[in-house]
């Protein structure tokens, strides 16, 4: 038995680098990209944010996306007074991802653990390392199994205080970041599509050798 993750279109994420480096100074950056839905944790970054900027006072948190807790985040933003440090852009297309991801200096998937995020393989996660975004994660499962594996960001519980020291950890030392981005697009360029057509490729001529030998 074979198994292949979903793949990410490496050379397309991979863009944010080049356009990152155009940008000249900006504050340093969390993004979230994806579904605003409470199951996805998207209030977790917002509840830490108060503590975060105690400790990084120009942190900023961009959120890319809608859903049916939209609504509910922005409420919960404005409840905590985090006023300009806290963007929504509405919904990003696709193709225009990596300009986005170019602001940004770490990726979200802060999830809620549950049966879904258990099974799931959260292709977001690879699409922020190919950008060059270290990665902070909750939930378990395979987005647990591919910070472990990559060593490309921290996976935390699903708490504002483990959020706070993550996202303070990485945006002030500079060595730890840049150490987690190599690692987060070395990682992501195993998981392009085109490695894992090669490793589908090996496999189905290892394969036809054992018949041929039979």
Known sequence: VLYLPNGVNFEQFNEAIRYREKLGTRPPTLLYSGTLDLRWGVDL?????????????????????????????????????????????GMIPYKDLPQVMARADVGLATSREDIFRHFASPLKIVEYMAAGLPVICSGGGEAELMINESGGGKNIPFLPGAFTQAAQSLLTRQEELTACRRAAISYAHSRSWQRLGEQLAEFLVHLTDQAARA
């Open 45 to 89: 970054p917002l509840r830490a944010m108060p503590s975060l900027l105690e400790q990084v006072p120009d942190a900023f948190l961009l959120i890319a996306g809608t859903g049916p807790a939209e609504g509910k985040l922005k409420a919960l933003s404005q409840s905590l007074g985090l006023g300009k440090s806290v963007q929504f852009l």
